[in-house]
């Protein structure tokens, strides 16, 4: 966001000066803003190819748009009127994203109707960047922008910066004081008789009323003191204080009553991989519907990490391609109860797609009717109130397995290689292989999530990984080969974006330290 700004802002100098040379510092501060950003947007910009992101429902863009019923909000934050949720419902919503401390809006407000024509000419590139930014939060954008919760943060900062131009120009000025209680009073007015407000209304709705009459008193009282300047600044302060006390900061987004056994591995085993089927997570398992602890089994989300357990699902906004789209999961890593059926009657065999991926363990919710088959390739280990715990019959399987055969290279067999001595980190594999003599190379699988950048090598031989349709990694070594396998995730978007982001870095402290070096 702030790098927007600079880059308006650049433009705006380069319209008014009509010099290069006058935008030169502020492009440079662009460039190495984006630079130093680069890991991250090129990191976004490769995931996404490909991922269930990409090809979401276009109702996706209609959902958290700030509705122009709404805007009220800027002045007091309780006016609530129906916004569309993520599930594209149009539900009752009090506007704490709108919340900016009253002093700015007002200010702008005011010393817009008491000397428009000056400000227009003062400020009008900020402005219209405002406006701007304004219709971007109301309508659906692109990308991860398509809400409006990505832009409110920048549309905040330029309405704070057109407010400081307007109190800069009149300081302690008693009609922005004045104006800030009437247009309090007439909001109040109005959410009254429109209907609007909400559950937070009181005492919140007095308080501002009361903070903005101080701030008119205060600016007779102060006309010709040294704090005349104060008033806007601590009237902001102490309405945002007052919007985060009594109002909740987290409506309309749902609470969990997490079990305190999150941190425990146990009962789970860590040495497994598991798939989690449960319902939708926000529905099911909030405190409105579910008061009591949960998660000791179920793990819904990410929560297996706290206990470094190992989960094939879980909470991801991309949804990158491989597993969660082709199992279908949602953003919090909740499976179609239809699909996490014929996933387990069908492919939960010995020779499935969750045995290839390495799955030997699942977690039903107790909500779903769901058993994993064949009952001969299964063992139920654990039932409690959250749901049914299920372990593949046997030893768990390794982290990398040597296969004889796979469907996806039809017709083709492998020599079976030995594999031990393996260490398994995060983005890194390491473990020892011997493919015996003769004409079959081996084929190696991973049970890890495939992404594009890994790397395999095996001493200073430089081996192709591949993958089985998008799911795992994948690795043929060539007949009588032995030696320490390493497999790395190495992305391009890691190494182009990391080296450019160190040479922005090194560019900033040589600036710094050569301005500061500079004779006076």
């Avoid at 397995?401 to 290279?409: F, L, N």
């Avoid at 081996?442 to 200073?460: I, K, Q, V």
Wanted: glycine letters at 6%; one cysteine or more.
């Amino acid at each position: 966001m702030l790098l927007l700004l600079i880059a308006w802002l650049s433009i705006k100098s380069l319209v008014q000066s009509r010099s290069m040379f006058a935008t030169l510092p502020m492009l440079f501060g662009v460039a190495l803003g984006f630079g130093l950003s680069a890991p991250a947007w090129l990191a976004i910009l490769d995931l996404v190819q490909g991922s269930a992101r990409e090809l979401q429902s276009p109702k996706a863009h209609w959902q958290w748009l700030v509705a122009p019923a709404a805007l009220p909000g800027l002045i007091l934050p309780c006016w609530t009127v129906s916004w569309a949720d993520f599930s594209n419902r149009y539900l009752p919503h009090t506007a704490t994203e709108l919340a900016c401390g009253l002093a700015a809006p007002v200010a702008l407000i005011t010393g817009f109707a008491w000397r428009g024509r000056m400000l227009v000419r003062q400020i009008k590139w900020e402005l219209v960047l405002l406006l701007f930014v304004l219709l971007l939060c109301m309508i659906p954008t692109a990308g991860f922008f398509r809400w409006s919760f990505r832009w409110l943060p920048f549309f905040h900062l330029i309405l704070a910066i057109c407010a400081a131009e307007v109190l800069h120009v009149r300081p302690g000025s008693p009609i922005l004081a004045t104006g800030a209680l009437a247009l309090t009073a007439v909001t109040a007015v109005a959410m009254l008789i429109l209907r609007t407000t909400g559950s937070y209304a009181f005492p919140l709705t007095w308080i501002f009323l009361a903070l903005a009459g101080i701030w008119s008193l205060s600016a007779f009282w102060l006309r010709d003191s040294e704090f005349q300047k104060w008033p806007p600044v601590v009237v902001t302060f102490v309405t945002l204080l007052a919007t985060y006390i009594y109002i909740p900061t987290n409506c309309g987004v749902p609470r969990y009553n997490f079990s305190q056994e999150l941190l425990k591995p146990a009962p789970l085993d860590s040495e497994r991989l598991y798939l989690s089927i449960y319902p939708w997570a926000e529905l099911t398992y909030c405190i409105a519907n579910k008061p009591q602890p949960v998660g000791e089994v179920l793990r819904p989300g990410s929560t297996p990490m706290w206990a470094g357990l190992h989960f094939i699902n879980g909470y991801s906004p991309i949804r990158a391609a491989g597993v969660a789209r082709e199992f279908s999961t949602s953003i919090h890593g909740e499976i179609n109860p239809t699909a996490g059926g014929s996933l387990l009657s069908d492919e939960a065999g010995k020779d499935g797609k969750l045995a290839l991926l390495g799955v030997d363990g699942i977690v039903v919710a107790r909500e779903l009717d769901i058993t994993p088959q064949p009952s001969s390739e299964w063992e139920t280990v654990l039932t409690t109130d959250e749901g049914r715990v299920f372990h593949r019959r046997g030893a768990p399987f390794e982290r990398v397995r040597s296969i004889a055969s796979i469907d996806s290279r039809h017709g083709e067999q492998f020599a079976e290689a030995t594999v031990s001595q393996i260490n398994n980190s995060r983005n890194r594999v390491e473990a020892d292989i011997d493919v015996p003599n003769g004409e079959r190379p081996a084929l190696l699988t991973f049970s890890r999530p495939y992404f594009r950048g890994y790397e395999a090598r095996m001493g200073n031989q430089k081996l192709s990984v591949t993958s089985y349709r998008g799911l795992f990694p994948m690795v043929e070594i060539p007949a009588g080969v032995r030696g320490r396998l390493i497999l790395t995730y190495r992305p391009a978007w890691l190494i182009w974006g990391t080296a450019v982001a160190l040479i922005c870095s090194l560019v900033m402290v040589m600036s710094f330290v050569a301005a500061n070096s500079r004779p006076k």
